[in-house]
């Protein structure tokens, strides 16, 4: 069974400094996907950055960026000059290829002290 | 382009009562998909559907949860003889072709908090 794995419950970095969220998974799959959800105080899902597994090239938007080790089923996600609106829930998440559900990790709290 | 719209945000029930949750996704979107997010736990997929069909329901409780998806019209997660433990967030995903093989990702809506009293 693919399984999701966050083991930070809460990280706090200070604003402007940089940040790295963990996330392993568990699979069989060669072709999958991989992402990274926020979910700030209002509870929305907003997607941060997605990762193909076929791409060895790390995936980055803006200050967001991946590092992403396919050999030891790991996908971490670095923030960069961290700012207060950063603060927020962060879920790693996982889908086969062959199909359609996303499979969250139990997430981890982002706190960005001033 | 308005995103995937839920309604409504905040719903309280008696145990007992029947909860209906809706989901409008963004325009041009066929795909559905619902999540549960039970207090501090992540999301957990519950049904996938298309317009008029249930693509996977292996997430839904047995008993007592429905979904459906009609050709016109939002798609609604149906509650019946709510209990305490269905408190959660339900969130509603969509995603104009199914996520796999492509490069689709699953937009998400704000999500329905349900309180059952």
């Known amino acids: 069974a693919q399984t999701v794995t966050q083991s930070q419950p809460e990280m706090s970095v200070q604003e402007a400094e940089t940040v790295t969220l963990s996330c392993t998974y568990d699979?069989?799959?060669?072709?999958?996907?991989l992402f990274w959800y926020k979910q700030p105080p209002s509870r929305q899902m907003i997607l941060v950055i997605r990762q193909e597994a076929y791409k060895q090239q790390n995936a980055t938007e803006n200050r967001f960026s991946v590092n992403f080790q396919k050999a030891a089923k790991s996908f971490s996600l670095k923030i960069s000059d961290s700012q207060l609106g950063d603060a927020a829930m962060y879920f790693c998440a996982y889908s086969v290829d062959s199909s359609y559900k996303l499979i969250f990790g139990s997430g981890t709290r982002l706190l960005v002290r001033p | 382009n308005a995103g995937v719209m839920q309604n409504p945000r905040h719903l309280v029930r008696r145990r007992g009562q029947e909860a209906r949750l809706r989901c409008s996704p963004m325009?041009?979107?066929?795909?559905v998909y619902w999540y549960r997010q039970l207090p501090e736990e992540g999301l957990k997929f519950m049904v996938y559907?298309?317009?008029?069909?249930?693509?996977?329901e292996s997430g839904m409780p047995k008993e007592r949860f429905s979904a459906e998806f009609p050709k016109e019209g939002p798609s609604i997660l149906r509650i019946q003889q709510v209990v305490r433990g269905d408190s959660a967030a339900y969130f509603c995903?969509?995603?104009?072709?199914?996520?796999?093989?492509?490069?689709?990702?699953?937009?998400f809506g704000p999500g329905t908090r349900l309180l059952v009293l």
């Open positions: 699979t069989s799959e060669s072709d999958y996907y």
């Open positions: 325009k041009g979107h066929s795909h």
């Open positions: 995903a969509s995603s104009p072709r199914p996520l796999a093989g492509g490069q689709e990702t699953q937009y």
């Open positions: 559907l298309q317009k008029e069909n249930i693509i996977d």
